[in-house]
């Protein structure tokens, strides 16, 4: 670890950094786009959703307004009904288990696996014993690491509920050698602006190896309609704007750049932290291959607001994903949860920490913010 004397910022994202090299490159997209005028859907969003579809190796991918959108037409096209329960993991972004209610499903909780923050499939073996209509299985792989899905899969396939992947933190990452979003039924993905592959907005993509899927769910997104004013299904209006897609398709074309960038920075942070003799808990490797993308490099870390403080007082961004566990939140009190049901889940969301990881920082930076982690706890 370099010394680093002078004060410098080390924002927790740097968006600005990563479009300005390819500015010209952006805006050529954009403009074509304005001058073809076509706005929705279109010949940007056909050409964005083969490019995914090859990067994630499934054959089919279908655009849509959002990764949140995404889950809401994965479940709608496999069916899940009210009435039926949806397991899913209480320590994610709200929308996972949100797009579950919109579905008119139930989320049914499973507690993490404290090591890789996503479902632990002996958890899971043991809630869906005693839930009677468990449509469908939500793993998700928070920050760009993998849930262990083989177990989960067999689970499912005991079952027979359908698999469907939040993919939203993982574009790009794999799980034995299987790319994230193509290892289950359905896989979504979301390109907001602070994912690896973030757009200049909304937008989001359902991936899928099945035909039937892909076909209702590229109807799904249009009001249920296979032909414009035929409608097979009752459906949502979620498009991908050809803006958003012009965009991702340039941006695509630096993902592995960019997800090479954050894994040498987790290396360097790593090597940093590790034998420094701090009371934190670092990213611990999954006990199966992965390849773990890191859209967030989230630390464990005993008084974390005082650190977080003294992080931002020393020019260094950071953020809590995610400070309250899904079960004990206001919305979901009538599902019956308490405090304590879900241990590590709870215990994730009193300690977690991200640290800035994008490709944009230096080593310098890396090694700025691992300093002022070491004198926060000297
Ligand atoms: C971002 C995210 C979503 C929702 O994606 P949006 O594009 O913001 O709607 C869903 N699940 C997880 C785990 C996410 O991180």
């Known amino acids: 670890m370099m010394l680093v004397s002078e004060k410098r910022k080390v924002p927790l994202l740097d968006l600005p950094a990563l479009h300005q090299p390819i500015r010209d490159e952006l805006l050529a997209a954009v403009t074509r786009v304005i001058d073809s005028n076509a706005f929705i859907l279109g010949e940007d969003v056909k050409l964005l959703e083969k490019s995914i579809a090859q990067y994630c190796h499934v054959p089919y991918a279908i655009g849509c307004a959002s990764g949140s959108d995404a889950l809401l037409l994965a479940m709608m096209a496999a069916g899940v009904e009210p009435g039926d329960a949806v397991l899913t993991t209480p320590f994610t972004f709200f929308a996972t288990a949100g797009s579950i209610v919109q579905a008119g499903a139930t989320p049914v909780f499973v507690d993490i696996d404290p090591a890789t923050y996503n479902m632990d499939p002996q958890a899971l073996a043991q809630t869906i014993r005693r839930t009677p209509r468990a449509r469908a299985i939500m793993p998700v792989h928070l920050y760009g690491g993998c849930a262990d899905m083989d177990p989960i899969l067999e689970i499912a396939r005991d079952r027979a509920s359908v698999v469907i992947e939040d993919g939203a933190q993982s574009i790009g990452a794999e799980y034995k050698g299987r790319s994230a979003q193509s290892i289950g039924d359905i896989g979504c993905i979301s390109f907001f602006p602070t994912k690896n592959l973030g757009g200049f907005g909304d937008g989001g993509m359902v991936l899928t190896q099945d035909e039937g899927y892909a076909r209702k769910l590229a109807a799904l997104r249009v009001h249920g309609a296979h032909q414009k004013y035929f409608h097979d299904w009752v459906g949502v209006n979620s498009r991908l704007d050809s803006l958003q897609a012009a965009v991702l398709r340039v941006k695509l074309q630096y993902l592995d750049a960019e997800t090479a960038g954050r894994q040498r920075n987790a290396g360097r942070y790593r090597k940093n932290l590790a034998g420094a003799g701090l009371p934190i808990g670092l990213p611990q490797p999954a006990s199966y291959q992965t390849r773990h993308i890191y859209n967030q490099f989230v630390i464990r870390a005993p008084r974390r607001g005082q650190l977080k403080a003294w992080l931002q007082e ?16 206001v919305c979901f ?15 994730a969301a009193r300690e977690v920490l991200a640290l800035p990881i994008h490709s944009a920082l230096t080593e310098q930076d890396v090694d700025y913010v691992c300093q002022q982690i070491c004198a926060f706890y000297a």
């Open 333 to 347: 009190r009538d599902l019956g949860y308490r405090e304590g049901d879900f241990p590590e889940s709870e215990k």
């Open 314 to 329: 020393n020019g260094v961004g950071s953020e809590i994903y995610y400070p309250l566990s899904l079960h004990q939140q």
